[in-house]
Structure formats: structure tokens, C-alpha cells
């Protein structure tokens, strides 16, 4: 399982970026993906998630409406849209994916075990 993340950079308030999550080593159509962000001094949290089954997606609160995940699985990729990027976005963020030796439902953050190495953003006048 390989998960290789990009996209971040140095954007200012208001500005947007969009991460990609290119993925390699398991089907993809089979399972949950999910963003991560780890700000320094800070625990990792959960962002957002995208579920395999139906498509349905979770926000946290903090970005609701602003961030936009989604996922092409033909292409063995995964995006995460965020516009209208704050100071309090930034952060190194990571995706993960839930794979396992059976399909997933849903999605959950404390199932994901996999993850790629992170991409910094940094939002800041």
C-alpha cells in the first residue's frame, strides 16, 4: 500500500489549493480514503473522509463548506479542494486510506491504518 500526497504550498487567506493523493499496491474502489492534517504542537486530526460504497463524504466542522474531498478511481487518485484557506489550515496533511482484507462501508477516521508521507500548507499573509 502506497500513498503519495502533493499539492500543498504557501498560499495566502482567502486563496485556494487543491492536494492530490495518488495511490498504488490496492484497489481503491474497495475502500474509504480520508485526509489528515497534523498543525505543529498539535495532534493529528481527521479533516475528511470519502467512502467507498456510496460516494458519501464527511467534513469536520472547521472546514464545512470550504473544503471539498473526492475521488477518481480510475485514475488511483484522491483530491482534496480547499477553498478560502485560513492561517488555522495550516498544517502538514496527510492521506490515509482504511485498506484491509475485506471491502469497507462508510467511513470512519479511527479505521484508517495507512498513510502516505504529508504535504505542507501554509496560509499566511
Known amino acids: 500500500v502506497q500513498l503519495q500526497a502533493s499539492g500543498g504550498g504557501l498560499v495566502q487567506p482567502g486563496e485556494s489549493l487543491r492536494l492530490s493523493c495518488v495511490t498504488s499496491g490496492f484497489t481503491l474502489d474497495y475502500y474509504a480514503m480520508g485526509w489528515f492534517r497534523q498543525a505543529p504542537g498539535k495532534e493529528r486530526e481527521g479533516v475528511s473522509c470519502?467512502?467507498?460504497?456510496?460516494?458519501?463524504?464527511y467534513y469536520v466542522e472547521s472546514v464545512r463548506g470550504r473544503f471539498t474531498i473526492s475521488r477518481d478511481n480510475a485514475k488511483n487518485t484522491v483530491y482534496l479542494l480547499m477553498n478560502n484557506l485560513r492561517p488555522e489550515d495550516t498544517a502538514v496533511y496527510y492521506c490515509?486510506?482504511?485498506?484491509?482484507?475485506?471491502?469497507?462501508?462508510?467511513?470512519?477516521?479511527?479505521?484508517?491504518?495507512?498513510w502516505g508521507q504529508g504535504t505542507q500548507v501554509t496560509v499566511s499573509s
Open positions: 470519502v467512502s467507498s460504497s456510496d460516494g458519501g463524504t
Open positions: 490515509a486510506t482504511d485498506f484491509g482484507p475485506s471491502p469497507t462501508y462508510g467511513c470512519s477516521f479511527s479505521r484508517f491504518r495507512y
